[in-house]
């Protein structure tokens, strides 16, 4: 069972700026990695900043991700360095809300 979390938001607004292609490569990324789980999410509520990734129980919020952050963040996911460039422009209070929601299991 994964131990770590890769959640992509796949609503409307994270989609049309193309997480759909962003959770495949992720998920293609880290397919050898056995505590690690790609999963898509129902929606952050972080929408005009998406798309958004929420790495838990990391509690690390990347917004405004793009093709090309995939490596980065992969890296960061499997132990490398945080992607400090891509975790500015969401409300802190929101990201307190979503990780309490995560805390409870609701993913
Ligand atoms: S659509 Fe992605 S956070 Fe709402």
Redesign the pocket.
Known sequence: MASKYVLV?Q????MQRG?GELFQKLKDKLAGSEDIEVKSYI?????QS???IVLYPQKVWYCGVKQSDVEDIAAHVEGGPEVERLTHGIDPTLKDLIYQVLDAGLF
């Open positions: 938001c609503n409307v607004d994270c997480s929606c952050f509520g972080g929408c998406g798309p958004n």
